[in-house]
């Protein structure tokens, strides 16, 4: 690793009181009441909500874990940065039934639809999700960043820049949120960009690149045979977490509803989709360019997950690399600060206000503030255990995703799309759910103490994308099946929530928030999925 020079300092400094200008100017408008602190007052634009969808998804752990997967020979992977399909979904399929239900939060949206039991049951493990999968793993990769930047102690570069961006999160609320985002956004994209441009240059161009690595290493898809990654569960499993995580999680689904309108926000969903194909060029690319450097002995790096801070700092010049810096920065504070107050909002609406529905408003705000802390504590907690699960940062975040995403997933779209979904069936499936995930997460934790050959170890060990497979078919059974049991919602419960209960009315107004342009701007982004899973099938 190269030291930071001084014109690195400079422009990392300029882009820093950019920053802190913005939260400010934010942070002097007064935020008393829920709808502004949480929901930036539901007046956000497209461009913004595209851009803040983009950054919040965008964390250190893509920026070290994705580049880490395209040094470690872990291509397959690649499929969860090509869900920008299930973000289109959020903006045309699920987005209509949000709006039209005026939800602050997606536990509150399962109360509106189900009951007060299923916005329980969701808002506490969600609190959870967190801190097993965004603060901790964010907090780890951005610890790895800025030790490796600022040449620091691990922990030092953790915490303080927890503290940093805590600070303008708590004060700012969600409008400092968003629009330090689209800044942050812009930044990660420039500085990335320009060392996956640097990267291909000094490795010779993507014909050399492939020559070194072999177009078999390129190849995302594998027989159904690989102990690995068998491409049919891999399919499945990332499919059904990428329904949780894009079109049901309270993070990604909290900068669509702040926008102004049902076009803006559908708008913000296909950019934000857009956005999301980048992450392939700007950080899974650099990391092929730093195995192949490496390959050539021109690079050297102890894990892959080193790959692209140590890429970075041996081939950008000075400046350039402050630029990336700046962005790893971004990136690390971006990811935090949509998880902070996504956390404070899910604890302080659906769990605090359900206990103390007399609070003023004020107060309200102020609950949310020290939830935030309290649940970046705890993330900071569960930071050792990151590494027992998993040898890859990014396949750890997937691994424990598919053990929470199946019950939500499956709730959310029999909700939505079948009337004779229930309450008594959502909440067996959930709470059924949850119990059956977390006993899988932690029986695989503990398995090198169970006896081999026993059918609680064959549990354990099962493959964790196989196991997404039938995780999600048992949820879906549960759902239907205790919803039989019951008798169907009735039709005022229904009322605009389902695809059954939409009346004429609401057709028309759904069908008059876009035109041809924004039909046009999906099928651009369905054809360069398409055409980036040709590229890596290795044909």
């Known amino acids: 690793m190269k030291s930071l020079e001084t014109l690195d300092w ?25 709808e502004d602190y949480f929901l930036a007052g539901r007046n956000i634009g497209w461009f913004v909500v595209g851009a803040s969808i983009f950054a919040s998804n965008i964390g250190s752990e893509h920026v070290v874990g994705l580049a880490g997967n395209g040094a470690s020979d872990k291509m397959p992977l690649l499929i969860y940065e090509l869900h920008s399909w299930i973000v289109l979904m959020l903006g045309w399929v699920f987005l209509p039934y949000y709006a039209r239900s005026g939800v602050f939060t997606m536990p509150e949206f399962l109360e509106r639809r189900f ?62 949120v968003v629009y330090t985002e689209t800044i942050q956004a812009i930044v990660l994209v420039l500085g990335a960009a320009t060392l996956t441009v640097l990267g291909l240059n000094a490795v010779g161009g993507w014909e050399s690149l492939t020559e070194t690595v072999t177009p078999e290493y390129l190849n995302m898809w594998r ?45 913000g969903t296909i950019f934000g989709a857009l956005l999301k194909l980048m992450p392939i060029f700007l950080f899974l690319i650099p990391g092929v360019v ?22 970075m700092s041996n081939l950008l010049p000075a400046g350039l690399r402050g630029l990336v810096a700046a962005g790893l920065l971004a990136a690390l504070m971006s990811s935090l600060a949509s998880v902070f107050n996504s956390c404070s909002t899910l604890f ?21 503030q020290i939830a935030t802390v309290v649940v970046v504590f705890m993330g900071i907690l569960w930071i050792p255990i990151i590494t027992m699960l998993s040898d890859g940062l990014y396949e750890y975040l997937q691994k424990v995703q598919s053990y929470l995403a199946p019950p939500i997933a499956a709730i959310f779209l029999l909700g939505i799309f079948w009337d004779r979904i229930n309450a008594r069936g959502a ?31 064959s549990f354990a060990t099962i493959n964790w994308l196989v196991f997404g497979v039938y995780f ?25 929530l389902t695809m059954g209960s ?30 980036i899973m040709i590229s890596f099938s290795g044909v």
């Open 10 to 34: 400079i422009v990392i400094a300029i882009y820093f009181l950019i920053l802190l200008g913005i939260a400010w100017w934010v942070i002097r408008k007064k935020q008393e009441d829920t």
């Open 115 to 176: 009951d007060a039991r299923s916005r329980w049951v969701l808002s506490v493990v969600s609190l959870v999700a967190y801190v097993l999968t965004k603060v901790s793993v964010t907090i780890y990769a951005g610890g790895i960043v800025v030790s490796a930047l600022l040449g620091i102690e691990f922990w030092v570069g953790a915490v303080s820049t927890v503290v940093l961006t805590g600070i303008y999160t708590v004060l700012g609320g969600m409008r400092a």
């Open 223 to 267: 027989p159904n045979s690989d102990p690995d990654y068998p491409w049919l569960p891999l399919l499945l499993t990332s499919s059904i977490v990428g329904i949780w995580y894009w079109c049901t999680d309270q993070v990604i689904v909290q900068r669509v509803l702040t926008a102004r309108n049902l076009k803006e926000a559908r708008r």
């Open 290 to 311: 730093a195995l192949a450097l490496k390959m050539r002995g021109e690079l050297d790096w102890d894990t892959p997950d080193e790959a692209f801070p140590v890429l």
């Open 348 to 368: 302080t609406l659906d769990i605090y206000k359900k206990l103390h529905p007399t609070k003023p408003e004020k107060e309200l705000v102020r609950i949310g």
């Open 427 to 457: 909440f067996a499936t959930l709470v059924g759910g949850f119990i059956l995930g977390f006993v899988k997460l932690f029986l695989e934790l503990s398995q090198d103490s169970l006896t081999d050959g026993t059918l609680i170890h």
């Open 472 to 496: 999600f078919a048992i949820c879906v059974c549960l759902a239907i099946g205790f919803s039989l049991t019951a008798p169907k919602p009735s039709s005022a419960q229904l009322a605009g």
């Open 502 to 531: 939409v009346t004429a009315e609401q057709k028309a107004e759904n069908r008059a928030s876009y035109g041809i342009g924004d039909i046009l701007a999906t099928l651009l982004v369905l054809g360069v999925i398409a055409f």
